[in-house]
């Protein structure tokens, strides 16, 4: 593995220039000034920047700060007295590292990138969004029921009494002895007949159509409450902080 310090060489070029932090303000958690970056450390064979050297001679790892706002922030520094202890556990590191350290070669990479801070929050910050469902309740009408209405036509037969009248002849003989009237004794001779008719009544029967009843038929409108019961879908986002410390024994073993 070959470090390399960034402005030694001229070959070289962040993918993203905004992430040049030489010079930079470097603090902690709390936003207290620890010192300046003197030098960004390049890793050649992963072509990503290792660390990054601090005013005073300490050398940072590169997951152990966050570009945020033109500062390098440092994780895991909240007091002066923890950044001496990280500048004395630092000091053996980097003289080590300081030892590895190869000038480039003009030309040797031209052309090659190499990847910045893993952690950059320097242009702006990352929006995660929360989706939620939500749940509208509508109506729509639909057919439920009602009545089917049929008219029919049936005949039953009644009855009711009527006096009628009827006209009989009836002939009856009495014996008389009297004399015929000088004046129709002629008249008394002649043949002729006449007729006696009789009348006698009948029932007739007439009809009409009367309304006896009427059937109403409507609708009436009613209301009532349901409660409607479903499930809707939400993302969430958990946030776990990472152990640099843990991270950086895993990478060491």
Request: proline content about 2%.
């Amino acid at each position: 593995m070959a470090i390399v310090a960034y402005s030694q060489q001229d070959e070289f070029d962040l993918v993203n220039s905004g992430q040049d932090c030489m010079g930079w303000t470097v603090v902690d958690q709390a936003g207290n000034a620890i010192g300046k970056v003197t030098e960004m450390l390049i890793e050649t064979d992963q072509m990503k920047v290792d660390s990054i050297m601090v005013s005073g001679g300490v050398r940072i790892a590169a997951e152990n700060f966050a570009l945020r706002d033109g500062r390098v922030v440092v994780s895991g520094v909240k007091d002066d007295a923890q950044y001496a202890e990280t500048q004395r556990a630092a000091a053996t590191t980097t003289t080590a590292a300081s030892q590895t350290y190869e000038p480039m070669t003009r030309g040797a990479s031209a052309g090659r990138n190499i990847a910045g801070v893993t952690r950059e929050a320097s242009e702006g910050e990352i929006t995660l969004p929360i989706i939620e469902e939500q749940m509208t309740v509508g109506k729509r009408a639909v057919e439920k029921g009602g009545v089917n209405v049929r008219t029919t036509m049936t005949e039953k037969p009644i009855e009711e009494s009527v006096t009628l009248r009827e006209e009989q002849v009836h002939v009856e003989r009495h014996a008389v002895n009297r004399p015929v009237d000088a004046g129709s004794a002629t008249e008394a001779f002649k043949e002729g007949t006449f007729e006696v008719t009789t009348q006698a009544e009948v029932p007739v029967v007439s009809k009409e159509a009367r309304v006896v009843e009427e059937v109403v038929i409507n609708k009436e409108m009613s209301e009532r409450a349901e409660t409607v019961r479903d499930t809707v879908k939400r993302t969430d986002v958990e946030v776990d902080e990472i152990n640099t410390a843990d991270a950086r024994n895993r990478g060491n073993g």
